[in-house]
């Protein structure tokens, strides 16, 4: 096979099929691709799937292995409205609320669940702030796998809960917050042998990074100036870094967009990581109302720092009463997302204000998760 994992501190490799979250020297494990030929595969699943239509650059396995629903192929919108609230000519929002269970994380999902399938696991596991239990509950039922969601008690939106409750998972609450349920459920992956599904798993990140792939395709490969994405376990930023490195790479895409992230104020280690230009470090306890964005201790941090770097981005901050006002422009231009996603609206509008984002770039926020999903901003 010519796919890989690597370490992506000592460039150690193990095998695809290896159960394993991070290397002995501690660093973060990646998925490698040793050939990228042409974006695009089109036959039998490739056909419907935005996600497998990618496969030989995410996980090359037969089709027969792959349990999808399927997913992706999500809109892009346009608002003059938005636009001038921003201050930008031209702001593009892809929806990912669109995905089957209602957020992004059925793209990284898919892949997971396919990848614990083909490993022969029995039990798959997460800890999550809402969508990422929904969202396996789901694909898990689909594989007929068991499947244990581990919820920070009080800090998950109850609609979220009751969707991963009706696909059949068993559900622990957590004392603490998403960061302990995080911990709690690493325990679990050693002690009762649960193949974990956070962002962690690279097979995760392998299924999020066709969002960008899928965008810039809906673009004619004409890619934006900036890309801004909400911040919680940074899953997505590293998984855009990753793509947008990669499909240059191949030359896929002749210009590199910049990235920018946002993380609520009450939950910005990274942010606070970035003004001290990732010197430092801090895990915090987080506090904010967007819910899935409430986190506190980014297990991604190493390579969302990596990507910012690579691609001279920016990180940036919004309250909840930002979020908040953001999140009404939104839904009232008719589009609507969850809180956490307007965070991107909020954080642009600063970035412009700032003069950090220039009103002639062309901008692309993706909103990560359905308006259906956490009615508490409303
Ligand atoms: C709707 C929504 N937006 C953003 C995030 C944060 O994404 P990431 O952990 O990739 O930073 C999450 C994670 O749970 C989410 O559910
Ligand atoms: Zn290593």
């Given at each position: 096979m010519l796919s890989f994992q690597s370490c992506i501190r000592c460039f150690q490799k193990y095998d695809l099929n290896q159960i394993i979250?991070?290397?002995?020297?501690?660093g973060l494990i990646e998925i490698k691709h040793s050939?990228?030929?042409?974006p695009l595969g089109g036959e039998g699943l490739g056909v419907r799937s935005g996600v497998w239509r990618f496969k030989d650059y995410v996980l090359p396995i037969p089709d027969s292995e792959i349990v999808s629903h399927p997913e992706g192929f999500t809109r892009v919108y346009e608002r003059e409205s938005l636009s001038r609230w921003a201050g930008v000519d031209k702001l593009l929002f892809k929806h990912e609320g669109e995905n089957p269970t209602g957020s992004f994380k059925d793209r990284g999902m898919t892949v997971a669940v396919t990848q614990a399938k083909r490993l022969g696991q029995k039990l798959i596991g997460c800890a999550s702030t809402g969508n990422t239990s929904a969202s396996l509950a789901s694909y898990g039922a689909q594989a007929g796998l068991k499947t244990v969601i581990f919820l920070p008690e009080g800090k998950v939106a109850p609609s979220k809960i009751a969707q991963a409750i009706a696909y059949g998972a068993e559900t622990r609450m957590i004392e603490g917050d998403f960061d302990t349920a995080m911990a709690k459920v690493l325990e679990a992956s050693h002690d009762e042998g649960l193949y974990l599904v956070n962002s962690i798993n690279p097979f995760r990140l392998e299924g999020q990074k066709t969002i960008m792939w899928e965008l810039f395709e809906q673009l004619d490969w004409q890619v934006p100036d900036w890309i801004v994405v909400p911040g919680g376990n940074l899953g997505n930023t590293s998984a855009f870094g990753k793509a947008i490195l990669e499909a240059y790479e191949a030359g896929w895409i002749t210009k590199k967009p910049r990235i920018a992230v946002i993380q609520a104020e009450r939950a910005n280690p990274f942010y606070q990581s970035f003004l001290s230009g990732f010197e430092d470090f801090a895990p915090m306890h987080p506090d904010t109302r967007?819910?899935?964005?409430?986190?506190?201790?980014?297990?991604?941090f190493e390579k969302a720092k990596r990507v910012i770097s690579d691609l001279n981005g920016r990180v940036e901050q919004a309250t909840d009463a930002e979020i908040k006002e953001a999140k009404i422009q939104i839904d009232h231009s008719g589009i609507g997302c969850e809180p956490s996603s307007a965070a991107t609206l909020a954080g642009l509008q600063k970035l412009v204000a700032q003069k950090f984002?220039?009103?002639?770039e062309v901008v692309a926020c993706v909103l990560t998760g359905n308006v259906l999903k956490d009615p508490v901003m409303s």
């Open positions: 979250y991070r290397c002995e020297c501690g050939v990228f030929p042409s967007a819910s899935a964005i409430n986190i506190g201790n980014p297990v991604n984002v220039r009103p002639d």
